[in-house]
């Protein structure tokens, strides 16, 4: 497993913004070479929540401060 921090490049946080609603997070984790709790963090960091039933993601609406 590897346990180095790399930055997220903005071309991996189109594939995950594109990708969130047909792939597992793990299935995307594989692809990127990321671990899914790091996935998962940037998901939640991204707006992109996960609603329970398959394929169901929707965007948080942000209230800038």
């Not at 790399?6 to 299935?27: C, I, P, Q, V, Y």
């Not at 790091?38 to 800038?64: C, F, P, T």
Request: glycine residues 6%; without cysteine.
């Amino acid at each position: 497993m590897n346990t180095s921090k790399k930055r997220w490049s903005e071309t991996e946080k189109h594939f995950l913004r594109t990708n969130a609603a047909g792939m597992k997070d793990m299935d995307i984790a594989a692809q990127l070479k990321k671990s899914l709790k790091s996935v998962r963090e940037m998901r939640r960091r991204l707006g992109l929540i996960k609603l329970s039933g398959r394929g169901r993601v929707q965007l948080k609406d942000r209230v800038e401060a």
